[in-house]
């Protein structure tokens, strides 16, 4: 059985920095995509960057390049995501999900197989 579990959520000041971390089981192969997600309030759940779990290869939404970081640790089984110089429009609950038949690289949703149950980001002034 699949398990992603988010920690590392919590309060932020304007312009600080947290890491996100995905912990992942029940997965045999290296042949996934890790992405990870986030929804404020009244807003749609937008894609923020994902990982080829095997390589290594990333991709970033437009909004967080030069400023979020999504890495993988093979013997954690772990998806970290760095949020540095975080501003307000990042606040919302961060979720990890997984992707594991014919993944791609991309931000498609209705794609991702197992969600975890989330983390919340809270910026503050």
């Known amino acids: 059985q699949v398990q992603l579990v988010e920690s590392g959520g919590g309060l932020v000041q304007i312009g600080g920095s947290l890491n996100l971390s995905c912990a992942i089981s029940g997965i045999g192969s290296d042949d996934f995509v890790i992405g990870w997600f986030r929804q404020a309030p009244a807003r749609e759940r937008e894609g923020v960057s994902c990982?080829?779990?095997?390589?290594?290869?990333?991709r970033d939404a437009d909004f967080v390049k030069g400023r979020f970081t999504i890495s993988r640790d093979h013997a954690k089984k772990t998806v970290y995501l760095q949020m540095n110089n975080i501003n307000p429009t990042d606040a919302g609950v961060y979720s990890c999900?997984?992707?594991?038949?014919?993944?791609?690289?991309?931000?498609?949703?209705?794609?991702?197989?197992?969600w975890g149950q989330g983390t919340r980001v809270t910026v503050s002034s």
């Open positions: 990982i080829w779990w095997g390589d290594g290869r990333s």
């Open positions: 999900a997984v992707w594991r038949v014919t993944p791609r690289l991309t931000f498609e949703i209705g794609q991702y197989d197992d």
